[in-house]
Antibody
Framework: EVQLVQSGAEVKKPGTTVKISCKVS????????IHWVLQAPGKGLEWMGF????????LYADNFEGRVTMSADTSTDTAYMELSSLRSEDTAVYYCAPGREYFQYWGHGTLVTVSA | DIQMTQSPSTLSASVGDRVTITCRASQSISRWLAWYQQKPGKAPKLLIYMTSSLQNGVPSRFSGSGSGTEFTLTISSLQPDDFATYYCQQYNSYSYTFGLGTKVEIK
C-alpha cells in the first residue's frame, strides 16, 4: 500500500523559510517524480514543481522559481520542499504527489500559516 | 504556459442526474488530461487519466472524453457521494496546470 506521510502544520512569520517533508513507502521511490501542489484557503490547486528522486533534477513553476527548493533523500525515501521569503499569500495546504504525467497518490497535506 | 478553462464553476444537480463538466486548454495537449475529485478537508483523488482511462476503484459512472483542446468529464447518474469539487489537470512538456475547479452541489 502506498503511503505518503507529510510533516506537521507550521506557523511562520513573513520573510522566513519553511521546509516540509514527505516520507514515501509502498513503491520504489525512484520510480516517480515527487510533485508539490498547493491549495490556498478556499481556492484551487496550483502546481509548484517536482523533484526526480533518481537524479535530483528539479523543475519549478515560474511562480515559485527563485523561492522554492525541492530535494529528495533516497536513503530515507523522503522528499522535501523548502519555500523561502514567505508572505501571507503563501498560507496554504501543501501536498506532495508522486507521479509523472498525473498524480495517482497524494499526501494528506501540510498546512502552512504565514502570519506576523 | 498552458491555461485550463473549466466550466461551469458551480453546478447544482440532483441525485440521478447526468452531469457534464468541460475543460478547455489554451493549446493542444493531445490526450494528456486527468480529472480529480476533492472533498472538503481531503486530498484530491485521481478519477481519470489520459483523458478516458478510469483509475482503479473508480465507479464506472465516471467517464472522460476529448482530445486536443476540449475535454469532458461525465457522471452518468449522480450519487450522494459525488457531491464534491472536480479539477482537470493537463500535462504538456513538463508543464502542469489545473483548472479552477467545478463544485457540484445538491440542488
Amino acid at each position: 500500500e502506498v503511503q505518503l506521510v507529510q510533516s506537521g502544520a507550521e506557523v511562520k512569520k513573513p520573510g522566513t523559510t519553511v521546509k516540509i517533508s514527505c516520507k514515501v513507502s509502498g513503491y520504489t521511490f525512484n520510480d516517480y517524480y515527487i510533485h508539490w501542489v498547493l491549495q490556498a484557503p478556499g481556492k484551487g490547486l496550483e502546481w509548484m514543481g517536482f523533484v526526480d528522486p533518481e537524479d535530483g533534477e528539479t523543475l519549478y513553476a515560474d511562480n515559485f522559481e527563485g523561492r522554492v527548493t525541492m530535494s529528495a533523500d533516497t536513503s530515507t525515501d523522503t522528499a522535501y520542499m523548502e519555500l523561502s521569503s514567505l508572505r501571507s499569500e503563501d498560507t496554504a495546504v501543501y501536498y506532495c504527489a508522486p507521479g509523472r504525467e498525473y498524480f495517482q497518490y497524494w499526501g494528506h497535506g501540510t498546512l502552512v500559516t504565514v502570519s506576523a | 504556459d498552458i491555461q485550463m478553462t473549466q466550466s461551469p464553476s458551480t453546478l447544482s444537480a440532483s441525485v440521478g442526474d447526468r452531469v457534464t463538466i468541460t475543460c478547455r486548454a489554451s493549446q493542444s495537449i493531445s490526450r494528456w488530461l486527468a480529472w480529480y475529485q476533492q472533498k472538503p478537508g481531503k486530498a484530491p483523488k485521481l478519477l481519470i487519466y489520459m483523458t478516458s482511462s478510469l483509475q482503479n476503484g473508480v465507479p464506472s459512472r465516471f467517464s472522460g472524453s476529448g482530445s486536443g483542446t476540449e475535454f469532458t468529464l461525465t457522471i452518468s447518474s449522480l450519487q450522494p457521494d459525488d457531491f464534491a469539487t472536480y479539477y482537470c489537470q493537463q500535462y504538456n512538456s513538463y508543464s502542469y496546470t489545473f483548472g479552477l475547479g467545478t463544485k457540484v452541489e445538491i440542488k
